[in-house]
Structure formats: C-alpha cells, structure tokens
C-alpha cells in the first residue's frame, strides 16, 4: 500500500537543509524502502549539495523535482526559500523516472523521451504522473503533448512548470543527481494506487464570448477577424496591458462550461497581437476574466473539495498541491491562506507538500485530457486502493 513521507527545512545553507531533510525522511520512513522522491526546492539553495546528499542516503531511488517561487507543506506551511523532500514507500506500487532535454529546441520530444524511458521496466499499469518542465525555455503546452504521444491522449498527468522565485532568469529540474535547465523530468506512479483531483482558479468570464480567429502557438493576433490589443483594451481599458489580472479564459468548445486560463505576458501595440503564457488554439472560443483575491482563497477550498468528493479509495495518503506563482504575486501577504485552507479541510491528517509554478498541469476532469493552465491551483488526492 502506498505511502507518503514530507520533510521540510527551512534552513539556508544546502548541506545542513538536506541533513535536516534526510533525518526526517529516514524518521518517517522507518524500515520501509523508499521507492522515489519529490524534492521541491527555491532557487536561492544550491540543488546539488543536496541532491548529492539524498542520493548518498537513498541510492538508486527514483527522484525529480525542480526549483520553485515558493513551497509548501503540512509541516510547515507556505514559505519561501525552503527545500520539500516527498518519499514514496510501499507495496504493489512502481514509481519509475524519466527524463526528456533539449526542451527548448523540441518541447514535444522532449516530453515524449521523458515518458518513454520512465515507461522502460514499468511491470504494473500506469496510473498517472507527475511532470515538470522548465518553465522559461520549454514550451508547456508540447511537452504534455508529447507524453500523451506515449501514454495515451487522456491519460492523466499533473505538475508544474519550474520556476525561479520570480526572478525570469533561469530554472532547474532534478533527475536522479542530475540539477538541469531545460528539460522536462516526470514520475510515472503504476499499481495499487488510487487518485483524485480538483483544479479552480477564481477568475469569472465577464465579457462576450470570442474566437480566436488567427494565433500561432501562445500569440494571439485576432478576434473575430479584429486585432487581440483592440478587443482586450476595448473591455479592460484603452490605456490597459494584457496581464495576469484579466487573463483569456479559453474554452474546451463554445458549449462547454469548462475552460483554462491564458495570462497575458506582452503585447505589440503596431501589430495588435498579445503574447499569452502557453498556447492560444486557432479557432478557439475566449473570453476576458476578472477576480478578487476572495475569489482566489475560495478556488483553492473548491479544488481541494473537488478532489475530496471524488476520492473513492479507503484511506487517503497525501495531498500534492501545484499553486500558479501568479496566484502569489496576487495575493501578497494572504497566500499563506491557501496553506491554511488545506490544513483546515484536511484537519492535518495527512501529509501535504508542492509547490508555487510558472504554469500548472492537470486534467479539467477525470478521463478528459490535461492541460496546461496559468493562476489555477491543482490538488491531487493519492492512497492505497486497498
């Protein structure tokens, strides 16, 4: 039966944050095997001190992770600068790792590569996985594109982008003791292992639904056959700079209640295009949003609910948490809220860990394909099936 063990430390220097982790992992973990290992980590500690560390302490373990714009726990809550090592122990699981590089030359192969080689000596079904690709050079959107390639259109998978503690410089991903840039590492979770999810944001469509009538990738250049800035500036204001306050809600269909969000990151004023934070489908239907930052504390209750109500198997065993890094920056001094939201519905009975990402990934519902989504906040509910 799955099993699930977070270690957090605060803790600046990398070789005593990793003493502190390795000593509470081993605590937790008792005479159990690990089987594989999250580490979620901020920009500011050095990776490899403590990547080394845990290798020299759990050899031959499965691990990824990346850096962060903030990390959080059930042990210690929302924090910055801080290191979250997740261990995975258990019978009638697999937990295998792979890796793609180059994700910024070919982000499609990338995560196809990743996909194949943690499929290599997979025994068991595969159930889900987590992935986590760089989030300046790769693009998001391709990299899940290419794991469907491998494992299915609509098989779920779940992560973040790695991020660098808002700084837009440069990102790492970790693979076995491996501190990267510009690749995309995943966990492929197989066997006795149940899972649920919930992702809500809080933004509200408020203006006349659109289509996208000329893109290409995350550029936007017309709506409706009119240039994106006119339509934008014509409801957020004339003056007004597509940003992470009034992201595009892009539609599934034009039927569909279910969307995801695009923030918009620049815009060319002589051409009339917006340049969005992952792909803009041609011939999509959008919409314009709003929200408050009550509206960003209630998402992540709902998503957590989501998960809760879906969730079918006997006990529940951890809860792995994916927050936009934007939700952040919106929130200021109230982020910690989303932390205590989850201690509160959960009642501290199991362990939590993630982390703050530059673009989250998950499925809008269960047997439907994932996607990759700005300011939304993932829950994702694992245990035991028996």
């Known amino acids: 039966m799955l099993k699930v063990h977070v270690s957090h430390s605060l803790l600046p220097e990398a070789e005593a944050a990793a003493g502190e982790l390795i000593e509470q992992c081993r605590a937790q973990l008792g005479d159990a095997s690990m089987h594989a290992a999250l580490l979620f980590l901020s920009s500011d500690i050095e990776g490899e001190t403590i990547l080394r560390a845990v290798r020299t302490a759990f050899p031959d373990v499965a691990l990824v992770g990346c850096t962060t714009s903030g990390e959080l726990s059930s042990a210690k809550g929302f924090c910055e600068g801080s290191a979250v090592l997740t261990a995975f122990s258990g019978d009638g699981i697999e937990v295998r790792a792979g890796i793609g590089r180059g994700a910024?030359?070919?982000?499609?192969?990338?995560?196809?590569?990743?996909?194949?080689?943690?499929?290599?000596?997979?025994?068991?079904?595969?159930?889900?996985?987590?992935?986590?690709?760089?989030?300046?050079?790769?693009?998001?959107?391709?990299?899940?594109?290419?794991?469907?390639?491998?494992?299915?259109?609509?098989?779920?998978?779940?992560?973040?982008?790695?991020?660098?503690?808002?700084?837009?410089?440069?990102?790492?991903?970790?693979?076995?003791?491996?501190?990267?840039?510009?690749?995309?590492?995943?966990?492929?979770?197989?066997?006795?292992?149940?899972?649920?999810?919930?992702?809500?944001?809080?933004?509200?469509?408020?203006?006349?639904?659109?289509?996208?009538?000329?893109?290409?990738?995350?550029?936007?250049?017309?709506?409706?056959?009119?240039?994106?800035?006119?339509?934008?500036?014509?409801?957020?204001?004339?003056?007004?700079?597509?940003?992470?306050?009034?992201?595009?809600?892009?539609?599934?269909?034009?039927?569909?209640?279910?969307?995801?969000?695009?923030?918009?990151?620049a815009f060319d004023a002589e051409v009339g295009s917006i340049s969005f934070a992952g792909d803009v489908p041609q011939s999509s239907w959008v919409q314009i949003s709003k929200t408050d930052r009550d509206s960003i504390i209630q998402a992540c209750e709902r998503s957590l609910d989501t998960a809760t109500e879906d969730f079918r198997a006997p006990k529940l065993e951890a809860a792995l948490i994916f927050s936009c890094a934007a939700r952040k920056e919106q929130l200021g001094t109230r982020t910690a809220l989303e932390a205590k939201a989850l201690d509160e519905r959960l009642n501290g009975s199991v362990p939590v860990a993630g982390f703050y990402c530059y673009a989250e990934i998950t499925p809008l519902v269960r047997n439907e394909p994932t996607f990759v989504h700005n300011e939304t906040f993932v829950t994702l509910l694992i245990g035991g099936k028996t």
Request: aromatic residues 14%.
């Open 104 to 265: 910024g030359a070919d982000s499609y192969s990338a995560g196809a590569e990743a996909a194949r080689t943690a499929l290599t000596n997979t025994e068991l079904r595969p159930c889900f996985c987590l992935a986590f690709p760089d989030g300046l050079t790769s693009n998001c959107t391709a990299v899940v594109e290419g794991v469907k390639s491998v494992l299915g259109e609509s098989f779920p998978i779940f992560g973040g982008a790695a991020a660098d503690d808002w700084k837009f410089e440069k990102t790492r991903q970790f693979y076995g003791d491996e501190a990267l840039s510009d690749s995309a590492p995943l966990l492929l979770f197989s066997g006795d292992i149940a899972f649920s999810f919930g992702c809500s944001h809080g933004w509200t469509p408020f203006t006349k639904q659109a289509q996208v009538t000329k893109s290409d990738g995350n550029v936007v250049y017309d709506f409706d056959g009119r240039p994106a800035l006119e339509m934008y500036r014509h409801y957020v204001g004339t003056d007004a700079s597509p940003s992470a306050e009034y992201p595009l809600a892009v539609f599934t269909d034009r039927e569909s209640k279910e969307f995801y969000l695009r923030a918009g990151m």
